[in-house]
Structures are given as structure tokens and as C-alpha cells.
């Protein structure tokens, strides 16, 4: 049987998932072989990474999350998102790179969701206590299609997994019906934070059948990684035209 191209494109996130369900014996990171005994994706060398990266942010800003051992935030000269806060559980270190490409673009939507269970016990509880829904930020539809899953969705539910089913009992709900992505805007990694505002207005949309779902709800918002901001602003917008009462936002890594 031969298959045509397009065939083979709409069969490519099925295969990845076949491929993620056999986990590799390797370090996802760098490539070591990993024990029977240990974590399944990553080697102890890069999980005691994970854990330095994370402990060295013990001098953020509260607001946006910017490690001020490395870098002076501006905040105290201009606060201009909508959203209260950023939490953010690392640093954008090679590590955190390496794990968020393989992610992002090698497929791997089990090692997002594993991400998110390493994580959760990383994160302060207060982050989580007043809130009432965790919502992921939403691909388009077509980037849905080609990738097959959204990656800031099972880091989400990694972190959620960790955080409820570790004792927390936070009882944070994820809602992945709220918010849509209705503009495909395609690439923004080389555009400045200006031109992704630019480039985003009108990308995210309350879903209209459930709007009043939204009224009056505290949201955590959750990305992979965050750099400008100019997406999670952008669905912060959204989220309070809609009644939302506040938003934060948890990412994975802080550029
Ligand atoms: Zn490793
Ligand atoms: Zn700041």
C-alpha cells in the first residue's frame, strides 16, 4: 500500500504517539542511558539540573517572575499586562530548552505531561489557593491537527495530576473549553514583543456557548515557556472581557 502525502501527514501525530508510548531508555535531555530504577525520561544528572535551575530563582520578581540574580525585571517602570501575575517554574536554561523543543516539536506530549508531574511539587501552594479553573493556553485548530496535541494542555495536566493526586487536594479543574484560539498567526519567535501584540489581536476568543462559565471565575492561565508575554497577555484580554474576576499565569520556563 503506498499512501499519499497527505495520508502520511494526517497519520504523523498518531505515529508520534506510538512512538512517545515507547519510552526511549535514554536521558530526553542528554542522551544518557537512563536506569530500571529512576525517573523514565530523565537521567538523575538533569533532574538535579532541574532542581539547581529551580533553586537558583529564589530571588524572582513576584510579578513577572524574572530572576533578578540574572536580570533586573521592569516592572517597578511599567506594568502593562492585565494578567496579576507570572509564575514561572524555571529558568529558560538549556535544560528547560532542550525539554520544551522535544515537546514542541519532536512530538513527545507524554514528556510535557511528565514535565508538569516533576514540577508540581516545585510550586507554591498560595499560587494555587484562590483559584478556580486552570485553563491552558489553546492551539488553532490546524497547528492541533499537525502536532496532534497541545503542549502547554498536558504540562497542565501533569502539574494538576502532581498537585491534586500529591496530597494537595487543591480540587483545580482543567478547562480546555473556555478559551480558543480562532487566528492561526503562525510563528512569532523572531517578531519583538510590539509586533506579537500586533500579530495577536483577535487570536483568542471566550467560547461564546460557555461564556458564563467564565463570570466572575479566578484563572490560571498556563504556557510552556514565557518571553514576551504578548500570548499570555493577549489571552488575558480575553479571559477578562469575558467576566473572568483575575488571571495569573504558570509557565514552565521564564526567557
Ligand atoms: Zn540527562
Ligand atoms: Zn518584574
Known sequence: MILSMPKIIKLLPILRCVEDFFIPPLCVVCDSALGNDGDRWFCPACINALAANHSQRDDVCPRCSQNRRKRECACEFAWDFSFEKVFSAYDYDSTVSSIAKHIKYK???????????????????????????????????????????????????????????????????????LLIRVKNTGTQTKLDREDRLQNLIGAFAANPQKI????????????????????????????????????????????
Open 212 to 255: 458564563t462559565e467564565l463570570k466572575g471565575k479566578n484563572v490560571i492561565l498556563v504556557d510552556d515557556i514565557f518571553t514576551t508575554g504578548a500570548t499570555a497577555e493577549s489571552c488575558a484580554e480575553e479571559l477578562l472581557r469575558a467576566g473572568c474576576a483575575t488571571v495569573r499565569v504558570l509557565a514552565m520556563g521564564r526567557d
Open 107 to 177: 512530538g513527545k506530549s507524554r514528556l510535557a505531561y511528565h514535565t508538569g508531574v516533576v514540577t508540581a511539587p516545585l510550586l507554591p501552594r498560595e499560587f494555587f489557593m484562590r483559584a478556580d479553573m486552570v485553563v491552558p493556553v489553546p492551539l488553532h485548530k490546524s497547528k492541533m491537527r499537525r502536532r496532534g496535541y497541545n503542549q502547554a494542555e498536558h504540562f497542565a495536566r501533569g502539574v494538576l495530576n502532581g498537585l491534586n493526586g500529591g496530597g494537595a487536594g487543591l480540587g483545580l479543574k482543567l478547562r480546555t473549553d
